[in-house]
């Protein structure tokens, strides 16, 4: 459902893409991004079909989750599920660890290696969209790994061609995580309870990146890869209403 908010332009934009029966598919889907973003997605209803791709099958309760196609995939051995990656319009990536989770070498291995070969997959198979969820500071050149790692992907997908390639870049997630972390907790208290006075240059709600990603897919932008840095994607995702 459109919320009445919204600019009219948008929800024409959103319509027509509507009417254009397309596919997607969605990587990270059991994360918290991924999460909002399918429940986002069934909620506006732009897409005709929507397929999971992940490494077990996910369950979900409510009739809405019930059209959903799963596909269950080896990420160390992707090349044999390219079937799975056939047929989609566009595709969204929520797909992530963390080096305290995996260790270096792990992550390196989620955050790039399946990423970009999930991407090269996607784009063999049709698809013409590609969505990223990135981070704030993303660059190649730096010298810390997980800021490096995640600008090196973006920089390996852009050169793939996608017709249209969006990365966003949000800064600190706020999102009330079921893992207890404590310094991270602590964090998250303050980024929301400075966001709550209008501070957002740091950090934003997982919900206002999903409504961001979603508002942002229809849209028809002038360069063929968009960033969207931690700012863009708050304007957008409030835009979108929350």
């Not at 080896?74 to 044999?80: N, T």
């Not at 047929?87 to 291995?109: Q, S």
Request: proline fraction near 2%; charged fraction near 25%.
């Amino acid at each position: 459902a459109c919320n009445k908010a919204e600019p009219e332009e948008d929800w024409t934009a959103e319509q027509n893409f509507k009417q254009q029966n397309k596919s997607c598919f969605i990587l990270g889907a059991s994360g918290e991004t991924g999460r909002m973003l399918l429940q986002e997605l069934l909620e506006r209803n732009i897409f005709s079909k929507i397929t999971l791709i992940g490494r077990r099958q996910l369950t979900f309760e409510g009739k809405s989750y019930e059209t959903l196609v799963q596909e269950v995939v080896d990420f160390e051995k992707l090349e044999d599920h390219a079937a799975a990656f056939q047929g989609h319009d566009v595709g969204y990536c929520c797909l992530g660890t963390t080096r305290a989770k995996a260790g270096a070498e792990g992550f390196i291995r989620v955050d790039h290696d399946y990423v970009l070969k999930s991407a090269e997959l996607a784009k063999a198979g049709g698809c013409t969209q590609f969505h990223l969820e990135s981070s704030r500071g993303a660059d190649k050149k730096s010298s810390f790994l997980y800021l490096k790692v995640k600008g090196q992907v973006e920089a390996d997908i852009e050169a793939l061609g996608f017709d249209r390639f969006a990365i966003y870049r949000p800064g600190v997630l706020l999102v009330d995580r079921q893992e207890s972390r404590p310094a991270e907790w602590m964090a998250r208290k303050f980024f929301s309870a400075v966001s709550a006075v209008g501070f957002t240059s740091m950090s934003v709600p997982i919900q206002v990146v999903a409504k961001s990603m979603v508002s942002n897919t229809v849209l028809q932008p002038e360069q063929k890869t968009e960033i969207l840095e931690n700012k863009d994607i708050a304007a957008l995702g409030k835009s979108a209403g929350n």
